[in-house]
């Protein structure tokens, strides 16, 4: 099929083709989707589950695992796991990573159900379980909302507010608060008055409780219509629940008469929240993932801005994360590397071939690159940072076709050929090998991309605009192409005999016959070469995601477990008015109590902890940080001792925990701290780098336990129960009622002492039915024991399992800590039933790893039987194949000398790579093919098929190299940039001497024939 002829016989289709490329780009440019990362489903769940009272070891045999064992009958669950605190159960479900997306809703509904029938069996006094499966939910629009002078009440109405009119904007899906202080009414009875009265703690429960009920009042008849009753209203004011009145005997009493009602906040909050040391809360934006989100986030901007003029004086609303922007950089900085390539490729080309050529080679190039964005946009394929990397990994790929038809066209119209019989030559022969070349690197990243599992999801659109712009450049290639080379090369009237007869070509004519002489000396320094490189790939310092270019970095505080949350804040302030003072610090914010809302995907909050504090610290540019977090940590080391301080730098990808994890599983905790203090101290010593050692259970927690008195304690009527409502009415206080105001819900809680009063648990008197009168609980308790308490069991799939957790030191990495430290821990005998797993980065890695070993193989045996029908033979295929493993030298070198590490961009690069050289060795081989068959003695023919295409694998690589370059300062394509340019200038040598050599050598009785049939008869 005469392609090429026919787009210069009928341009008017070729222009059509053109012109939907280009305005078909500029339209879908403006309307393609923008996100941060891939649109990704995260496919877990988690139950919550509170059972108050209970201690984290009851928590985890009476609720985890009952709840576990059903949810675990789920075929399609990969792992559970669960945290375990006193009064809280917290289970988190992951499926397996081959479920595809559209099952999850039902497969969350079948999980509800199971909870569901399960929470019946559960013991008294657990509440029903809670399943979220929107964990996994970004909100990537972050605010910090300061209020100075503003009362608690006002916060809140103001954050009802600005939630209710931002949720009216378009493309906004969600939005969450957090840190809102939290209010509570407190009832405080003065205990003596009630002792003397002889008035039950239940007799002013009950009324409040009935003050703030709902009860249905019934309807009656009136003629033919039936009217309801409500039911009168509701105690609606801290004022009117003062005034409520409790029976004693045979008096009514006002409630101001023997308590007292203040309304403050929670002195146990879940969390709080400070912006550059203001007190705050936080209001996070989720926009539709289906929508761009830079049209999203501009969107809201409007709107805060609108916003702006009617917000009282003092209310602000401070950008935390701002993904609109982000992604928006993002896309502005790929035109930028896109113009810069597209500029090399245009001005190498016309410094080798002259300003027509690099004219319509650049003018193709553009033409599929934009004409890939067209076909993004109309099959939904957003643009984010895997979908532009593939762009950038396919430059190279998409030149080379375009450089192979315009430089045969050229060379055949300087030889006096016309323009279609020059595309006729030049594409013709070419266009089948081109094809089968374009589908092999396409086929190359097959694996990847069609995977069904988490991987495959995440990197779709890297096998789909990979597979979209090579197919459109060969399209192009052959349309395009040949119809702007009709335009614009000339025709001259001479013998083009000498085309390659420049200094260039015969010199490498004559490196080549030299190399054919030496061929074994020659294959034999290649392949000590490649196994020194294999060697040296060994040196290369691994890292599954490079550091992000964000300029944000995070810091993690904790003290020992049972410290409150003032502790914490206090400790963290001395840390936020450090940073405040730092030039290249911009924003601080402050959590206390857990992480911030999930406002990346690649971020994962911590748990709720009181004794855990979190800063997000921006800073003025993003090179700045290593520095400031050198001055941080030894800030922290002297003034905060007495916490673990760490800081983290934002990472590509996922959050795969602490960089180096080891899981000890058993079923007694003690045997597992043991356990995890002796490997702590093997860890220590094999590598004493490592930053941070802990382990996730944390500390023992001192516990205060009554020592029930059971015969003194029954005569009184007094059971445990009692004597636990006692304590808790004199510590934090009962939760007795829900006071609404307006939309709120307020708890109500009666407490014997007030807010600051210092807690006295023996002074406390019970109520005893069968006295009907109080009991000192002195007299039915033997004292109060303090007991070390595990107050966070971890468990995985059913089994109880602790963590070591340990960060590397800045310029180190997960995997060289694992060299040092595996062989001395896994050495370690274990106790019968006890198990020990690896976690971290390295189970990261390793499961991505695994997942791509078991895709690949596929993937690269569809490639060898696509390049053995290519060539219909088998020798063929094979040289192209052999030189694959060549490849990985010029990577190792790169990586080696610009100390970069092999990490998974790196991995997509060397997939790249070995796309590039089978392209430039199919076709190698394929001229040799043809060239032989003119009648040309075998050396001659290898020589000259050689030379003439020395000039198109040189100006692709050296394009493509030069193309690269824009992008080593991108801190996410630098390494994979790296392996591309320095594998592609090996794998150029490997075309031109290796590829010709190998032909010599296995085609031996080829060429031996071809000799003695040249020998005089």
Known sequence: MKIARASISNPLITWLLILACLFGGIWGYATVGRLEDPAFTIKQAVVTTQYPGASAEQVAREVSEPLESVIQQMAEVDTITSTNKPGVSRISVELDTTVPADALPQLWDQLRNKVSDEAARLPDGVRPPIVNDGFGDVYGIYFAVTAPGFTDAEKHELATYLRRELLTVDGVADITL????????????????????????????????????????????????????????????????????????????????????????????????????????????????????????????????????????????????????????????????????????????????????????????????????????????EMERISLGALIIAMGMLVDNAIVVAEGMQLKMLSGRSSRDAADEAANRVQIPLLGATVIGIMAFSGIGLSQDSTGEFMFSLFAVIGISLLLSWLLALTVTPLLAHYVFRRAEEDGSEAYGGRLFRAYGAILRRAIRLRWLVIAGLVVMTGACFWGFGKVENQFFPDSDTPLFYVHYKLPQGTSMDAVGADLAVAEDWLLEQDDVSAVSTFLGGGATRFMLTYSPEQMMPSYG????????????????????????????????????????????????????????????????????????????????????????????????????????????????????????????????????????????????????????????????????????????????????????????????????????????????????????????????????????????????????????????????LFGKLRQPLI??????????????????????????????????????????????????????????????????????????????????????????????????????????????????????????????????????????
Do not use: C
Request: net charge negative; glycine share 8%.
């Open 178 to 381: 957090a840190g809102l202080p939290e209010e509570t009414i407190y009832v405080i009875p003065d205990m003596a008055i009630l002792a003397n009265l002889g008035i039950s703690p239940e007799a002013i429960i009950g009324q409040v409780q009935s003050a703030s009920s709902v009860a249905r009042a019934g309807s009656a008849e009136t003629g033919d219509l039936r009217i309801g009753f409500d039911m009168p209203e509701g105690t609606d004011s801290v004022r009117a629940l003062a005034e409520l009145t409790v029976t004693a005997g045979d008096q009514v009493i006002r409630l101001t008469d023997i308590a007292r009602v203040e309304r403050g906040r929670d002195t146990t909050p879940l969390q709080m929240i400070r912006h550059n040391g203001q007190e705050a809360f936080t209001l996070a934006v989720a926009g539709d993932a289906s929508r761009n989100i830079v049209d999203i986030g501009n969107h809201v901007d409007a709107k805060v801005a609108e916003m702006s003029a009617d917000l009282p004086v003092g209310v602000d609303l401070h950008p935390i994360y701002r993904q609109h922007e982000v992604v928006d950089e993002a896309s502005n900085s790929f035109l930028i590397n896109l113009a810069a390539s597209v500029a090399i490729v245009v001005a190498v080309l016309a410094l080798f071939m002259g300003w027509r050529a690099a004219v319509v080679v650049g003018v193709t190039l553009l033409l599929t690159v934009v004409g890939t964005i067209f076909f993004m946009s109309l099959f939904s394929i």
């Open 614 to 869: 979190h800063l997000i610290v921006r800073m003025t540019d993003v090179s700045l940080i290593p520095a400031l977090r050198d001055r941080l940590e030894a800030f922290a080391a002297e003034e905060l001792p007495n916490g673990e301080f760490r800081t983290q730098q934002l990472a590509f990808g996922p959050n795969s925990g602490a960089p180096v994890e080891l899981r000890l599983s058993g079923n007694d905790p003690v045997v597992l701290r043991e356990l995890s203090e002796r490997m702590t101290d093997i860890i220590t010593e094999a590598d004493p780098t490592l930053l941070n050692l802990r382990t996730d259970w944390r500390e023992w927690e001192p516990t205060m336990v009554p020592l029930y008195a059971a015969d003194r304690a029954g005569n009184a009527g007094i059971s445990r129960a009692d004597v636990a409502q006692a304590i808790l009415i004199e510590t934090e206080g009962v939760t007795v009622a829900q006071y609404r105001e307006q939309d709120r819900q307020i708890p109500v809680v009666v407490r014997s002492r007030g807010t600051g009063a210092p807690v006295n648990v023996m002074n406390q008197v019970i109520w005893s039915d069968a006295a009907s009168g109080y009991v000192p609980l002195a007299q039915v308790i033997d004292g109060i024991e303090i007991e070390p308490r595990n107050t966070m069991i971890h468990r995985r799939n059913r089994v109880p399992t602790l963590t070591i957790q340990a960060e590397v030191p800045e310029g180190g990495t997960a995997s060289e800590a694992m060299s040092r430290i595996r062989g001395a821990v896994e050495a370690v005998d274990l106790p019968a039933g006890y198990n020990m797993e690896w976690g971290g980065e390295y189970e990261s890695s390793s499961e991505a790893q695994a997942g791509l070993g078991t895709k690949l193989p596929l993937s690269f045996l569809a490639m060898v039987l696509i390049s053995v029908l």
């Open 880 to 1017: 192209i194949w052999l030189l694959v493993p060549m490849a990985l030298n010029g990577a190792v070198i790169g990586l080696l000398v610009t100390g970069l590490p092999f990490s998974f961009t790196a991995l997509l690069g060397l997939l790249s790579l070995s796309g590039m050289l089978i392209k430039n060795g199919i076709v190698l081989i394929e001229e040799i093919d043809l060239t032989r068959e003119t009648g040309l003695p075998f050396d001659d023919a290898v020589v000259e098929a050689s030379v003439s295409r020395l000039r198109p694998v040189f100006l692709a690589a050296a394009t493509t190299i030069l193309g690269m370059a824009p992008l080593l300062g991108d801190s996410f394509f630098a390494s994979m940039s790296v392996t591309i340019m320095g594998g592609l200038a090996f794998a150029t040598v490997l075309t031109m001497i290796a590829a010709p050599l190998l032909y010599v050598m296995l085609m031996r009785r080829e060429r031996k024939a071809d000799k003695a049939s040249a020998l005089p008869a």
